[in-house]
């Protein structure tokens, strides 16, 4: 079996890496789903050198503002070397790699939350993945008034949890759009679906709840990856 790419996407306080760990361990205990090696991961800072570029973006520095193309180029930067050093080899191997984000929030924090040119963000994201997209993306929604808070929690905030609340319910907007156009790009998404969070053939892009408990964002999360993991297994 070739490998496959799964993305958790969403905003702050969405809780993505700790989904992100509970998805790792289940799938592990999943030999049946039929992946022997699995990778987790994450951007920014998927590798050493990724990390160095995280701390750039993501720790404030008092004595000089990031301007926004500054943003998106070194974004871009982190994920070049990500796909190329890391994801595209464990692929090869066959492996299931799991990714806390990935282009799709490169449009909607760059493109929807700073207000970048989308085509300009498309073709970025292309130069730096060189085409590589995701097999399934998991967006974990949630009202970003709720996550600012859960992130405030944690403790100290980083330079893209500080910006302000408009920026983020930006962000929302932006998750939304791709949500909305995979359903308009691909018909058979429409179809009624009564079970409810099982895609569809085709689904590529799927919305969880999270505002819930998160063993129900868990539950969900499972439940599509086994439908669709067991799909991938067939073919």
């Not at 702050?12 to 361990?25: D, F, H, P, R, W």
């Amino acid at each position: 079996m070739k490998g496959k790419f799964i993305v958790l996407e969403g905003g702050e306080g969405s809780g993505k890496t700790t989904q992100i760990k509970y998805l790792e361990a289940w799938l592990r205990q999943r030999a049946d789903l039929g992946f022997t090696e699995i990778e987790l991961t994450r951007e920014p800072g998927g590798s050493p050198l990724c990390q160095k570029i995280r701390q750039v973006l993501l720790v404030p520095d008092a004595n000089e503002e990031m301007q926004n193309r500054t943003e998106l180029l070194l974004y871009a930067a982190d994920r070049a070397q990500h796909v190329e050093a890391w994801l595209r080899p464990w692929l090869n191997k066959g492996a299931l790699v799991l990714c806390d984000r990935y282009t799709a929030s490169t449009v909607a924090y760059q493109g929807y939350g700073r207000g970048l040119d989308q085509t300009l963000i498309r073709e970025i994201n292309h130069i730096a993945t060189g085409g590589l997209e995701p097999d399934l993306t998991l967006w974990l929604d949630l009202d970003p008034e709720v996550g600012l808070a859960r992130a405030q929690i944690r403790g100290s905030r980083d330079r893209i949890e500080q910006a302000d609340l408009q920026f983020h319910q930006n962000v929302r907007s932006g998750f939304a759009a791709l949500h909305q156009q995979q359903q308009l790009t691909n018909p058979k998404d429409l179809r009624p679906n009564p079970e409810g969070l099982r895609p569809t053939e085709g689904q590529r892009f799927i919305r969880i709840d999270a505002d819930q408990p998160i063993q129900r964002v868990t539950q969900d999360i499972q439940s599509v990856c086994d439908r669709v993991l067991k799909v991938w297994a067939q073919s």
